[in-house]
């Protein structure tokens, strides 16, 4: 989510619009900036994110000019699916190169994979230490206690380009030896279980962490590690994810660790189909899932969900071509004789879409029934 203030004529107090917005929110925010001005632009003041320095980027832009304000609600799409990591490398990633617009905050989100996010390597001392022990530069064992890791820091970004950001350092990937990605990165983990061995009152069990998803000989591995045949043997301590929302979503109540790598290798699945995950957090949102399980048979049943466009128009023809098996001369014949915005309204409210935080969705199966717990229907 992006929250914006938006202002006019260079009022101190502007309008606040959460993106994703519908277009009632939209034109209601529209609607009390014309009482600021009429006639001035309509700028962004402010922008409020999961990615601390993207306000100043986007300061100034001017939402007036056709196509801005979709360029701002697929950057907040984009943000939605970011886990940590990826939103502390935007922060660097942004700051490291030359910024004119929304056009290249989008064009750079999309090559966060380009660049690496050394962590803790947040000052100059710190990267030099970092690239040292790393082995990303290299010095004799015998020298290193006299090491000034402050100049090697500085000297290190000076000639490769990278910023300094709260997560660290951030720098192309081509800029480090192959053999740091090598042995240092790892497939980002979907789900991370923090486990202990259940023993008597008297003894401590053993603790580790379990990535997830994992292999069946990864499970085998752990339970070894833990002394135990089965994990129900085990206690799960704590539950992390590194993508934002799952955590306050998905309930933490009776989960198992099997049930927990199903659902891991549901998610993983998801990332990987542009706007998946999205769907199944506003599933998420509408269901309410009161268990773990509730929560993993619903990613198992993502497929009987449908995100849903926020253009009524659209909604109203695709509806139509459904109808017709996508018979394009169907809307040949009634073009110019249907009002399909408002024919689309009428099937989302047939349909059960629901407005949701990550944007619009139906269930194909059966419409939901979301009145009696104060969810925005279409």
Known sequence: MITLNITRADDPEGVYLKIPASKAEISECFR??????????????????NVYNLSGYLKNVNIDKPGELDKIIALTQKLQTMDRESCLKFEGVLDANSVNGIDDVLRLSDSLDDYALLP???????????????????????????????????????????????????????ELPEQFFDVRQEEAAIMTLFLRENRDETHCGNELCLLLPATESQLEMTKAKLVCEEFAEAGIVTVDYPFPYLATRVPQDCITVEDANELAQCIEQMNKVDGELLKYL??????????????????????????????????????????????????????????????????????????????????????FQVEQQGMKMV
């Open 32 to 49: 009390l900036l014309d009482n600021i001005s009429t006639t001035a632009p309509t700028k962004i003041a402010e922008a409020v994110s």
């Open 120 to 174: 803790d390597a947040e000052i100059g001392s710190k990267l030099g230490r970092y690239l040292v022990e790393n082995d990303i530069v290299s010095f004799p064992e015998s020298v290193r206690p006299h090491l000034n890791y402050s100049i090697i820091g500085t000297e290190f970004d000076a000639e490769h380009g990278g910023a300094f950001c709260r997560g660290g350092y951030v720098v192309r990937r081509e």
């Open 282 to 367: 506003s599933v998420l949102e509408v269901e309410q899932p009161e268990t773990f399980q509730d929560a993993l048979r619903y990613a198992m049943d993502i497929d009987d969900y449908e995100r849903v466009s926020p253009d009524m128009e659209e909604y109203g023809r695709s509806v139509l071509l459904e109808a017709g098996d996508r018979n394009i001369d169907i809307l040949d014949d009634i073009d110019g004789f249907m009002d399909y915005e408002a024919y689309g309204k009428y099937r989302a409210e047939m349909d059960g879409v629901v407005q949701t935080e990550f944007g619009l969705v139906r269930c194909k199966s059966e419409p």
